[in-house]
């Protein structure tokens, strides 16, 4: 069973950039496909970006261009550079095993709060 916990959230200006890491206690080599997720007060859990064993990428449209996903399967760690940041992304940022998006099974970290001022 993997542990995730994701860290490196923080308040910064619109413009600004951050660098979010999630730390797996066991290896995530075994999962094909790790994502970045977020979910702001009152709005359902959306998906921002996942990442493939082999390194192939998917973004949403909101952050296409902008945040980066990445992983060091090495290091059992995802990596979420996210650049030019707006308000809109202001959220509780979490990181899973993709089908954890489509299991009421399972089971989500703390996640980092991301907060982005105008």
């Known amino acids: 069973q993997v542990q995730l916990v994701e860290s490196g959230g923080g308040l910064v200006q619109a413009g600004g950039s951050l660098r979010l890491s999630c730390a797996a206690s066991g290896s995530i080599f075994s999962i094909n496909v790790m994502g970045w997720y977020r979910q702001a007060p009152g709005k359902e859990r959306e998906l921002v970006a996942t990442i493939s064993r082999g390194g192939n990428t998917y973004y949403a449209n909101s952050v296409k261009g902008r945040f980066t996903i990445s992983r060091d399967n090495d290091k059992n760690t995802l990596y979420l550079q996210m650049n030019s940041l707006k308000p809109d992304d202001t959220a509780m940022y979490y990181c899973?095993?993709?089908?954890?998006?489509?299991?009421?099974?399972?089971?989500w970290g703390q996640g980092t709060q991301v907060t982005v001022s105008s």
């Open positions: 899973a095993p993709e089908w954890y998006s489509t299991s009421r099974f399972g089971s």
